[in-house]
């Protein structure tokens, strides 16, 4: 049961890093990224391909230490969503949205096929966990809630200190009103590039935490749904433009999803099959109530963010 | 300071600007009238950058602007203010303001981390200026509150507000009086007075209250019809027939016998 809730806590935290980052780019910069599972999964491969021992299945067998692994994790979507948002980010609001949705279909159906790179639908086995051999496997958890727990809180002071600061009122300015923060002398452009690199390579890296968990990785993962739109369903939940909000939205939200597999034990045997339905049903429901009767999300934008100066 | 030549925008079918040539010098507060419709903001929208002219030249300072983004112009000097009050909504009187300075040391992503002694004690200082600039305008009470909250002519003395947080070189007002109350009016005006003669900015007015505009500018430009009509003092202009025209229209009775 406890190692049940470590497991609930790790990927608690690679789901708030990754809500985290969408804050930065939509709740702060107004960035409409429809294509979150794309970063996360670059990142995700990246750390793979990177640390993997030789094989003949995919492009591997540099068996780099980890820390490199993380590294190239952020860099390779960093560098994706630079090269992207030359087109991407001359486009506004909606259209945005739906670029990045098409980027992130193309990016899956690449990792799909391209199997010498990444052995295609069958997935990157034995992927290495840290110091998996050193540490009890009865204990492993407590250790990689660890490694989980602090990128998280690296994630949030590096993105709470960035947004506070003057650089982060003029994304919230862009998002207001990106006419007037141009004709203020600001290089909205450029400020929308920051944004939209900072937090792609957040969800890089964690794309990384997530398959140095679980040792195997595949595209299955990292459909729209499960990987885009459960990301955005945190954000709307948890509160868009506030990093704790955020935070709390991510494990309130996959508590809700992991503890309909609870329910199986009280339901109906012929409801209990079917419970991959109900989640989805859970999910609506959560996404209905919160718009109904707190549109904010739990916790609410902060008005005066640059408080730091008293 | 600002020179316009031959300068044509059109949107679609509609000729908003034909051909426009017109001068603004330094130092003076020139006024900008003419009826409805006669291409006035879309000529500040087109000197600021946000609509690109299809002919045409601006110059600034005699160099060349045409084409330029709106936030590289305003590096050189040059700022506007909009008709339709424009503000952050979301954000506190005193952070509408605090966006404003140039060169910040805070607007770079990595200060919040290496330089963050420096960067708060510029924000210090633009924070006493924002402060000082909202006291003037008597608004100091409601620094804290969002700006969607307050007042139409309120919203209008904040943009006034963010011009005054920078040194400029040219600012044009689109309106400056419309819906500020009374008794801020002429408070408003003699400190735009006091800018242009006292630091030497300068100004170009769109103003429809002819008592305003009158009082406050010296030479007035006349626009219809998207190009400049005449070119004056207050009062050369009150008594050109061709301006009266303008905006009553041609003397055509038989439209009415109809």
């Not at chain 1, 540099?62 to 560098?79: K, S």
């Not at chain 1, 980027?103 to 990157?124: A, K, P």
């Not at chain 1, 718009?291 to 902060?302: A, D, E, F, W, Y």
Request: proline share 4%; with cysteine.
């Amino acid at each position: 049961m406890i190692s049940y809730f470590v497991s609930f806590l790790i990927m608690g935290s690679i789901y708030a890093m990754a809500a985290l980052a969408l804050n930065l780019q939509w709740g702060f910069t107004g960035l409409m990224n429809f294509g979150i599972g794309a970063f996360y999964m670059l990142g995700a491969y990246t750390s793979a391909i990177l640390t993997c021992p030789a094989t003949t299945e995919h492009l591997g067998g540099f068996g780099l230490p980890l820390v490199v692994g993380f590294a190239g994790a952020a860099l390779v979507p960093g560098v994706v969503a630079f090269l992207i948002g030359f087109p991407a980010l001359r486009l506004r609001g909606g259209t945005f949205a739906i670029a990045l949705l098409a980027i992130h279909e193309t990016l899956l159906l690449t990792v799909r096929n391209e199997s010498w790179l990444t052995n295609g639908v069958w997935g990157i086995r034995g992927i290495p966990r840290p110091f998996f051999e050193v540490i009890n496997p009865r204990h492993y958890g407590y250790f990689y809630l660890i490694i989980a727990g602090g990128l998280l809180i690296l994630a949030y002071l590096a993105i709470t200190k960035s947004v506070g600061s003057p650089w982060g009122r003029i994304l919230r300015g862009i998002s207001e009103d990106e006419d007037l923060t141009s004709m203020s002398g600001k290089n909205c452009w450029s400020y929308k590039m920051q944004s939209f690199v900072f937090g792609s390579m957040v969800m890089g890296i964690a794309g990384a935490t997530y398959v140095h968990y679980t040792g195997f990785v595949s595209p299955q993962v990292f459909n729209p749904l499960m990987s885009t739109f459960y990301v955005w369903l945190i954000v709307m939940v948890g509160g868009t433009g506030n990093n704790k909000g955020v935070i709390v939205g991510a494990f309130l939200v996959w508590a809700i999803w992991v503890g309909s597999d609870f329910l199986t034990d009280f339901v109906p045997a012929a409801v209990a099959t079917r419970i991959g339905f109900i989640r989805m049903l859970f999910v609506g429901i959560i996404l209905t109530v919160t718009i109904l009767t707190r549109p904010q999300g739990i916790l609410s934008r902060k008005r005066l963010i640059a408080d730091w100066y008293r | 300071m600002l020179r316009v030549e031959n300068l044509s925008k059109r949107f679609g079918g509609v000729q908003a600007i034909q051909d426009c040539t017109l001068q603004v010098k330094e130092g003076t507060i020139t006024g900008l009238i003419g009826p409805n419709g006669a291409g006035k903001t879309t000529l500040f929208n087109v000197i600021t950058g946000f609509n690109k002219p299809n002919a045409g030249r601006v110059f600034f300072k005699e160099e060349e602007i045409t084409g330029l983004q709106a936030f590289q112009i305003f590096r050189r000097g040059l700022f506007r203010t909009f008709q339709i009050t424009r503000e952050y909504k979301e954000m506190t009187v005193l952070e509408n303001l605090l966006l404003i300075p140039r060169d910040q040391i805070g607007e770079r992503l990595w200060s919040a981390w290496i330089r963050n002694r420096s960067m708060r004690t510029q924000e210090k200082k633009n924070i006493e200026k924002a402060m000082e600039i909202l006291r003037f305008l008597e608004m100091a009470s409601k620094k804290d509150m969002p700006a969607k909250y307050l007042p139409g002519g309120e919203k209008k003395l904040l943009e006034l507000g963010r011009m005054m947080m920078v040194d400029l070189d040219m600012v044009l007002l689109d309106e400056p009086g419309s819906g500020v109350p009374p008794f801020l009016q002429n408070k408003v005006m003699g400190y735009i007075r006091k800018l242009s003669h006292e630091r030497g900015l300068t100004l170009f007015v769109v103003e429809h209250d002819m008592n305003v505009i009158m009082n406050l500018c010296t030479p007035i430009i006349v626009m219809t019809d998207g190009t400049k009509l005449t070119e004056g003092t207050p009062k050369e202009i009150r008594s050109d027939q061709r301006v009266i025209q303008a905006y009553l229209g041609e003397p055509d009775t038989q439209e009415f016998e109809k």
